[in-house]
Nanobody
Framework: QVQLQESGPGLVKPSQTLSLTCTVS??????????SSWIRQPPGKGLEWMGV???????WYNPSLKSRTSISRDTTKNQFSLQLSSVSPEDTAVYYC????????????WGQGTQVTVSS
Protein backbone atom coordinates (compact mmCIF):
# COMPACT_ATOMS: atom_id res chain seq x y z
CA GLN A 1 0.00 0.00 0.00
CA VAL A 2 1.29 3.40 -0.96
CA GLN A 3 1.90 5.72 1.97
CA LEU A 4 3.57 9.06 2.55
CA GLN A 5 4.52 10.20 6.04
CA GLU A 6 5.77 13.62 7.03
CA SER A 7 8.15 14.03 9.95
CA GLY A 8 9.95 16.88 11.61
CA PRO A 9 9.74 19.31 14.53
CA GLY A 10 6.35 20.75 15.34
CA LEU A 11 7.78 23.99 16.73
CA VAL A 12 10.36 26.23 15.09
CA LYS A 13 11.63 29.57 16.31
CA PRO A 14 11.49 32.69 14.13
CA SER A 15 14.47 33.20 11.83
CA GLN A 16 15.40 29.51 12.01
CA THR A 17 15.13 26.92 9.24
CA LEU A 18 12.17 24.57 9.09
CA SER A 19 13.15 21.06 8.01
CA LEU A 20 10.68 18.30 7.14
CA THR A 21 11.07 14.85 5.64
CA CYS A 22 8.58 12.77 3.71
CA THR A 23 9.10 9.01 3.81
CA VAL A 24 7.54 7.08 0.96
CA SER A 25 6.52 3.46 1.24
CA UNK A 26 4.88 1.20 -1.30
CA UNK A 27 6.67 2.66 -4.28
CA UNK A 28 9.97 4.17 -5.40
CA UNK A 29 10.22 7.95 -5.67
CA UNK A 30 12.23 7.51 -8.85
CA UNK A 31 10.16 4.86 -10.64
CA UNK A 32 6.62 4.80 -9.22
CA UNK A 33 6.29 8.58 -9.12
CA UNK A 34 7.12 11.29 -11.62
CA UNK A 35 7.24 14.09 -9.06
CA SER A 36 7.07 14.74 -5.33
CA SER A 37 5.78 17.94 -3.82
CA TRP A 38 5.33 19.96 -0.65
CA ILE A 39 2.11 21.86 0.02
CA ARG A 40 1.03 23.81 3.09
CA GLN A 41 -2.15 25.20 4.55
CA PRO A 42 -1.95 28.12 6.97
CA PRO A 43 -4.75 28.37 9.53
CA GLY A 44 -7.93 29.66 7.96
CA LYS A 45 -6.43 29.74 4.47
CA GLY A 46 -6.30 27.51 1.41
CA LEU A 47 -3.64 25.15 0.18
CA GLU A 48 -0.39 26.68 -1.04
CA TRP A 49 1.92 24.75 -3.36
CA MET A 50 5.51 25.22 -2.25
CA GLY A 51 7.54 23.29 -4.78
CA VAL A 52 8.21 20.00 -6.50
CA UNK A 53 11.11 17.69 -7.28
CA UNK A 54 10.91 15.55 -10.37
CA UNK A 55 11.98 11.94 -10.77
CA UNK A 56 15.12 13.28 -12.46
CA UNK A 57 15.93 15.46 -9.45
CA UNK A 58 15.02 18.77 -11.06
CA UNK A 59 13.16 21.23 -8.83
CA TRP A 60 10.58 23.98 -9.29
CA TYR A 61 9.43 26.39 -6.59
CA ASN A 62 6.56 28.73 -5.89
CA PRO A 63 8.00 32.12 -6.90
CA SER A 64 6.79 33.70 -3.67
CA LEU A 65 8.82 31.19 -1.62
CA LYS A 66 11.67 30.43 -3.99
CA SER A 67 14.32 32.45 -2.17
CA ARG A 68 13.69 30.55 1.08
CA THR A 69 12.78 27.04 -0.13
CA SER A 70 14.84 24.00 -0.94
CA ILE A 71 13.53 20.53 -1.81
CA SER A 72 15.86 17.57 -2.02
CA ARG A 73 15.67 13.80 -2.04
CA ASP A 74 17.49 10.74 -0.74
CA THR A 75 16.77 7.91 -3.14
CA THR A 76 18.54 5.38 -0.92
CA LYS A 77 16.02 6.06 1.84
CA ASN A 78 13.09 6.73 -0.50
CA GLN A 79 12.60 10.12 1.12
CA PHE A 80 12.33 13.72 0.03
CA SER A 81 12.79 16.77 2.19
CA LEU A 82 11.81 20.39 2.58
CA GLN A 83 13.85 23.21 4.03
CA LEU A 84 12.32 26.65 4.54
CA SER A 85 14.71 29.27 5.84
CA SER A 86 14.18 32.48 7.80
CA VAL A 87 10.76 31.42 9.03
CA SER A 88 8.28 33.77 10.64
CA PRO A 89 4.93 33.20 12.38
CA GLU A 90 3.32 33.55 8.93
CA ASP A 91 4.89 30.20 8.05
CA THR A 92 2.78 28.46 10.67
CA ALA A 93 0.77 25.86 8.79
CA VAL A 94 -0.04 22.22 8.26
CA TYR A 95 2.59 20.91 5.86
CA TYR A 96 1.77 18.09 3.44
CA CYS A 97 3.87 16.00 1.09
CA UNK A 98 2.32 14.56 -2.02
CA UNK A 99 3.42 12.47 -4.97
CA UNK A 100 2.34 12.21 -8.59
CA UNK A 101 1.92 8.61 -9.57
CA UNK A 102 3.29 7.52 -12.90
CA UNK A 103 0.17 5.42 -13.52
CA UNK A 104 -2.34 8.24 -12.99
CA UNK A 105 -0.36 11.39 -13.74
CA UNK A 106 -1.98 13.00 -10.72
CA UNK A 107 -0.85 14.13 -7.28
CA UNK A 108 -3.24 11.67 -5.72
CA UNK A 109 -1.06 10.29 -2.95
CA TRP A 110 -0.80 12.53 0.10
CA GLY A 111 0.60 12.33 3.57
CA GLN A 112 -1.64 13.06 6.53
CA GLY A 113 0.05 16.40 7.15
CA THR A 114 2.09 17.72 10.03
CA GLN A 115 1.47 20.88 12.03
CA VAL A 116 4.39 23.28 12.23
CA THR A 117 4.16 26.32 14.48
CA VAL A 118 6.64 29.18 14.29
CA SER A 119 6.89 30.85 17.65
CA SER A 120 9.50 32.00 20.11
Amino acid sequence: QVQLQESGPGLVKPSQTLSLTCTVSGGSITTSYTASSWIRQPPGKGLEWMGVIGDDGRTWYNPSLKSRTSISRDTTKNQFSLQLSSVSPEDTAVYYCAARRRTTGRFDVWGQGTQVTVSS
